[in-house]
């Protein structure tokens, strides 16, 4: 019996070793110890063992029985290893690869400029404040000094609603609600950005742009404060080497008025096709603010004085990136919003 076992056993252990998968493994039980399973048929065999050789035959048995479970559990751990193992290699990461591109959006050239433009008169202690773009005649025109018939208001400029509603043809609309709400209040020291509309389309005018407002307004203001708070925003938005110019001008909320031109960024001032052979490029409309306009707005204009100024964002966007076209900043078109994914000291502005 004893050597019988013994063959089995040796028979089992190289079966173990074989054994490759756990549906191998449940199989070899099944073949032992399952209803015709080799132990289960030892086990019951024992009946015909005479009595006195039943005790050894029982033990021989459970030796056998033994080594098979013993054998069971550790080849079911071995396979169980290896297949935690075989995963772990699968799923392994190889973090030398070269990580995916997170695409990101970009800042629209609008939005940069707005940002550039607001920082710089926060830091010089203006407030940003904001207007409707559906505005009505009174604020529009008629506080600003806009006699009635003015030319400015043909609906040929104007998109009108109805009689008294349009939509804004300027940020200076802005410039008479902050003295409505001031009345009196000052120093007023206010930027205003924002949309503006008027009837035109072309590679230079959208019938939506955008613009933004500036209005001082304090005792002993004068026309060198307006200079030189102008001189600042030219050449810190187009650089220290910008010469500026100021050339009279008419508006009737302002007076005296002036436009405001900087020397062209393209040739530097000797002369191109993009200044028009003249050396200068127009930046902005500025003045000092019209007496009848401070009386309409609630301030004595014997006490109070002030400047205010305006001027195209889409503009001002289309200089400091050389965009060609104003129709590009409103097209969304991506082959040129991509283009504005740099720091601003990143560009190199070529014309
Ligand atoms: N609102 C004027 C325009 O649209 C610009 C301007 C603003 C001029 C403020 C003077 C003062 O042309």
Known sequence: MTEKIDNLIEELKKKFEDIKTLQEL????????GKKGIITELNSGIKDV?????????AEVNRLRTFFNDNFSSTQKRLEDERVREKLEKETIDISLPSKRIKTGSKHPFNRIIEEVEDLFVSMGYDVIDGPELEDD?????????????????AQDTFYIDEEYLLRTQTSAAQSRVMEENKEK??????????TYRRDDDATH?????QVEGLVIDKNISLADLKGTLEIFA???????????FRPSYFPFTSPSCEV?????KCGGKGCSLCKKTGWIELLGAGMVHPNVLRMGGYDPDKFTGFAFGTG?????????????????????????KQFDRKDDEYEIKY
């Open 313 to 337: 964002l889409d503009r001002l966007a289309m200089f400091k990136y050389a965009i060609p076209d104003i129709r590009y900043m409103y097209t969304n078109d991506i082959r040129f919003l």
């Open 138 to 154: 009174e604020h529009c025109f008629r506080l600003l000094n806009y006699t009635v018939g003015h030319p400015a208001r043909d």
């Open 206 to 210: 959208s019938h939506q742009f955008g």
């Open 235 to 245: 050449k810190k938005l187009l650089g220290e080497d910008t010469n500026v110019r």
């Open 50 to 58: 005479p009595n006195d050789e039943k005790k050894e035959y029982g």
């Open 186 to 195: 000052t120093p007023i020291r206010v930027i205003c950005p924002g949309k």
């Open 26 to 33: 449940n199989d070899l039980k099944v073949s032992y110890q």
């Open 261 to 265: 031109d900087v020397s062209c960024f």
